[in-house]
């Protein structure tokens, strides 16, 4: 089997993966996943769609994330990493998109709007 190559975006992260033929090993960045990501509801995210699949430690993960923050990083991987599975298997495509994995998150952050201390927040105001 060749290296199936994907990628997945949430917020302002970016995620590019390398899917093959292995036993389950995730790499982020060149560190392993659970480095990469301390918590477990991160390492959770990350492993989401192989365990919806059913593809848990069949498959090793190579990925390369960048921008916005850990959380937004973990679910480009997440998204990333069903794209490629649903490449390989079309069939496993409806699983998961029952859990919402497929479709990409596309909120962003609210831009901030002039004479305002942020995007909706108004300055103080003080009637002295």
Excluded: C, H
């Amino acid at each position: 089997m060749s290296t199936t190559n994907t990628s997945g975006r949430r917020k302002t992260a970016v995620a590019r993966i390398y899917l093959s033929a292995g036993s389950g090993n995730i790499t982020v960045n060149g560190k392993d996943y659970k480095e990469y990501f301390p918590t477990l509801p991160l390492q959770y995210i990350v492993t989401q769609s192989t365990e919806v699949a059913g593809a848990v430690g069949n498959y090793d993960v190579k990925v390369n994330v960048a921008g916005g923050g850990i959380k937004g990083q973990a679910e480009a991987v997440r998204l990333a990493i069903a794209k490629a599975l649903i490449e390989l298997d079309p069939e496993v495509k409806s699983a998961l998109r029952a859990k919402g994995l497929v479709t990409r998150d596309d909120r962003m952050v609210e831009r901030k709007k002039p004479g305002r201390r942020k995007a909706r927040r108004r300055f103080q105001f003080s009637k002295r």
